[in-house]
């Protein structure tokens, strides 16, 4: 699959659990939360493994580059926090949201901004080859879930 298209599914997904997580309450809320942070702790890890190192060298993509692992860097120290609550603290629910924001944020430049450069840098056979990789990480990260 393109990677693109891959990472496009995935934006899709979390924002769809967002919309979930701000309505649930209680258990739900946390499992829903669980499930939120473990897909976008991979989806970053991904995005640092195949994807973003290699675009920070062609110069077309660096500052995009640069700007989005500090985006990364942002969202993790506030799912590092949000993990430190439940969802009946106060401070649960805006910590959310603010990570939504961020989320957000960072996908409609993704999707805006680097991905018609990339599509630019890399030809089709490289998107997809990338995409493989990516699918094969997220194949084996299930594998490794079932079996704990
Ligand atoms: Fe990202
Ligand atoms: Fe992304």
Known sequence: MDVLTF???????????????EKAKGPQAQKLW???????????????????PKLKEDKRATDLILESYQEHHVMDVL???????GPSDEQWQPK???LQENTEHHIEEEE??????????????????????????KGEHR?????A
């Open 34 to 52: 669980d499930q939120l942070r473990e897909m976008l702790s991979l989806h970053e890890t991904m995005e640092e493994t195949f994807f973003y």
């Open 7 to 21: 990472l496009e599914h995935e934006h899709a997904e979390a924002k769809d659990i967002f919309a979930k997580l």
């Open 143 to 147: 594998k490794e879930r079932r079996a």
């Open 96 to 98: 959310i949201k603010v």
């Open 112 to 137: 805006g901004q680097l991905f018609p450069k990339v599509r630019k840098i890399w030809d089709t056979a490289t998107r997809n080859e990338v995409g493989k990789l990516m699918e094969q990480m």
């Open 79 to 85: 799912i590092g926090e949000i993990s430190q609550f």
